[in-house]
């Protein structure tokens, strides 16, 4: 376990997300900070959200929840029907950017 401080922002389908790594007396978990979640999770209100991952392993199967949660049926579509072409990038639903900060 490091100390290092560590973030990252992960821009998908025109929304950014935030990871932050919090280390602390020898335990690591990471928080993902959503500014805009899907409303079905706030009875329809539109709030932000927090959620703790108390591992590795729970923060991998959080963001895949979240990335599927984002595919719409167009986009499963296309997946299915596509393999991936770095020539297509530009119009692949799976694309996202991450930015990664450490200190």
Not at 12 to 37: C, R
Not at 90 to 100: I, K, L, T
Request: proline share 2%; with cysteine; aromatic share 14%.
């Amino acid at each position: 376990t490091t100390t290092r401080k560590v973030a990252a922002a992960l821009f998908f389908h025109e929304h950014v997300v935030s990871i932050l790594k919090l280390t602390a007396q020898q335990q690591t978990w990471y928080d993902i900070v959503d500014s805009m979640p899907a409303r079905h999770m706030f009875n329809g209100r539109g709030c932000s959200s927090r959620t703790r991952c108390k591992g590795r392993h729970s923060l991998e199967v959080f963001l895949k929840k979240y990335a599927v949660s984002k595919f719409s049926e167009g986009n499963c579509a296309y997946i299915d029907r596509n393999r991936w072409d770095d020539a297509m990038c530009d119009f692949d639903p799976r694309v996202f950017q991450a930015f990664v900060w450490a200190k």
